[in-house]
């Protein structure tokens, strides 16, 4: 019986106790296809996006990117054929904006590790 408790009680632990996923070793593949979520990052010159298998991407732009707090979507434009296609250096993101730029081009695509988690938060806290 007290076996049973312990167990139950490891297996409610909850996610964020965890300690946090080592980061990938393989180039970052993200796919139009597979997105989850996204939040941008203080600056506008960046944006997270997880992808259905939770991993995350940071998404860096060439410029400043205005607006994407405000958008409850995105859509990603690739060079690449079909929705299989990982999103690369030159490639968009379109979003709805009625005022400014609809499109914001991608410099490029790394892991979003905890390291860049950290100066994220560091930066948000400075702006506030």
Known sequence: MKRFILLAVLAATPAWAQPPA?????PPCLRQVDIYSFDPVPGNRSLIVEDRTHKRYRVNFNGICTG?????GVAFKTRGVGTLACLSRGDSILRRD???PRECFVQGV????????????EAKAAKH
């Open 110 to 121: 790394q892991w979003q590790t905890p390291a860049l988690d950290k100066a994220d938060a």
């Open 98 to 100: 009625p005022v400014g």
């Open 68 to 72: 994407l707090q405000f958008n409850l």
């Open 22 to 26: 080592p980061v990938p070793t393989d």
